[in-house]
């Protein structure tokens, strides 16, 4: 079935640095690739997203590509805020079907210094 | 358009009693999932129904969880007896009917403390 592996972090950076949160999944078929974002007290919410390879899912100033020849999706941010400060989940879902790409882990928490 | 409804938002209850809490889901989603999250697992699957039907329980810890959707506008996650390890986040989350490749809809969570 789909997995992902991506770091937990804490990854702590000052503002205006560049960001990049790495993920690789695996999948036995063509699966949707998703970014999430969980503010403090929250629930995640989907942050981007890309269905075919070569796609790049944008929002925010997050950009991330969906690169099938090397099966990842990694997160960039040009010039991060304090604002962004959250936990990022990266998420395959679809290729396998059942339960496959609902399981979200612990997520990458990034922590933004003035 | 109202998002994902959980209720309560916040529980505090002791050792032993029944907690139920509850999930309306966005009007037209087919799918719907209840998650837990700590900080020493993340964020788990507990149980997700499609149209209404429970297709993978295997996320639920043990015989005291037990999930009913009765209809396409309601879920609930009940508890009973409660242990003070179930204190945790717990999400329910929709999606629509995309055939297993969209987005997860997820609501603010209910909080539960087991004392």
């Known amino acids: 079935g789909d997995s992902v592996t991506q770091m937990e972090g804490p990854v702590t950076l000052s503002e205006e640095a560049f960001l990049t949160i790495n993920c690789t999944y695996t999948a036995t078929g063509y699966p949707s690739l998703f970014w999430y974002v969980q503010y403090p007290g929250e629930g995640l919410q989907l942050l981007l997203k890309?269905?075919?390879?070569?796609d790049k899912g944008s929002n925010k100033g997050f950009e991330a590509t969906y690169r099938k020849e090397t099966t990842s999706f990694h997160l960039e941010k040009g010039s991060v805020q304090v604002s962004d400060s959250a936990v990022y989940f990266c998420a395959p879902r679809g290729s396998g079907g059942g339960a496959d790409g609902l399981t979200f882990g612990k997520g990458t928490h990034l922590i933004i210094q003035p | 358009d109202a998002g994902v409804i959980q209720s309560p938002r916040h529980e505090v209850t002791e050792m032993g009693q029944e907690v139920t809490l509850r999930c309306k889901p966005i009007s037209g989603h087919n799918s719907l999932f209840w998650y837990r999250q700590t900080m020493m697992r993340g964020l788990e699957l507990l149980i997700y129904f499609n149209n209404n039907v429970p297709i993978d329980d295997s996320g639920m810890p043990e015989d005291r969880f037990s999930a009913k959707m009765p209809n396409a506008s309601f879920s609930t996650l009940k508890i009973q007896p409660s242990e003070p390890r179930d204190s945790a986040v717990y999400f329910c989350a929709s999606s629509a009917p995309t055939g297993g490749y969209g987005e997860l809809f997820f609501g603010e969570g209910s909080r539960l403390t087991v004392l």
């Open positions: 890309a269905t075919k390879a070569d």
